[in-house]
């Protein structure tokens, strides 16, 4: 009994111990891997991604292709400056940005750790427009920027009874390779995260205020899932509690109450 308490008294300091914050947010969350040790294991995925759809990842002659790096591009820089101007470079500063056009029905997009990004043209008769996508890759990004990924695999970690690293490779670690795999579907078709309600609505939080500082106007993300949701009208979703996403109506409600903060990013 001494032991089991003893080790449970451990595994709470550790936990106390090993948080960060969110920029932006404020939000306190569990870190117990360092981008060291996950971004690796992300641009290896990533790059296996690509190769095993090097037949649909669209040439960056390609208008569609185009259109989303250049998009892509000036949000990357928003970010950038404010993460370098707001002292949280040092969470960026291995990242290796990159955007790649998939061909591909299904309506999706997705970044990994490190600025990995992938958009589906199936998504671009839904965004139809430059802010509607950047309404999107925004999302997207602010995942990565969040930590998110880290997040969840801290989580997944503690689940399966992982203790913290430190400097050792996770790549190297069977327990923890798994809980990445998990986490990002390795294997899948799709290599994407999936992330919970809260995530999701702080990515939409986020994801506002970096496309507002891109230059595109914030208030057109409400256009954009609505649309998005009457394209998913017919799809079988579960029940809000049952879903790592928020429902359509809950997210649409609180993107309205985010847009104050958003605008006073917006610059034409």
């Not at 002659?61 to 002292?87: D, E, F, P």
């Not at 702080?202 to 998005?228: C, H, K, T």
Request: charged share 15%; with cysteine; hydrophobic share 40%.
């Amino acid at each position: 009994m001494k032991r089991v308490l003893l080790t449970a008294c451990v595994a709470a300091a550790l936990l106390m111990n090993s948080c960060s914050t969110v920029p932006l947010t404020g939000r306190s969350r569990l870190d117990l891997v360092s981008n060291d040790q996950v971004l690796p294991m992300a641009f290896q995925a990533y790059s296996e991604f690509l190769t095993e759809n090097k037949t649909t990842v669209l040439p960056a002659s390609n208008a569609q292709a185009l259109k989303v790096k250049t998009i892509g591009s000036r949000l990357i820089s928003a970010v950038q400056t404010y993460m370098n101007n707001n002292n949280y470079g040092n969470l960026i500063k291995d990242y290796k940005w990159e955007v790649n056009v998939v061909q591909n029905n299904e309506k999706n997009a997705w970044c990994m750790p490190g600025g990995k990004i992938v958009v589906y043209t199936g998504i671009l008769p839904v965004t139809q427009d430059d802010a509607g996508l950047a309404t999107v890759m925004g999302h997207e990004i602010a995942h990565a920027i969040a930590g998110h990924s880290a997040e969840r695999m801290s989580q997944e970690m503690v689940a399966q009874g992982i203790g913290a690293a430190g400097g050792v490779a996770l790549s190297k670690n069977p327990k923890a390779q798994s809980a990445f795999n998990t986490l990002y579907g390795v294997g899948a078709p799709i290599a994407m995260l999936k992330y919970s309600r809260n995530q999701e609505l702080e990515a939409d939080r986020l994801g506002l205020i970096f496309m507002a500082m891109a230059g595109y106007n914030p208030q057109s993300s409400v256009n954009f899932w609505n649309r998005m949701s009457s394209a998913s009208a017919n799809a079988q979703k579960p029940a809000e509690f049952l879903s790592t996403h928020p429902s359509d109506a809950t997210r649409i409600s609180q993107i309205q109450k985010y847009l104050p903060e958003a605008q006073q990013y917006y610059k034409k």
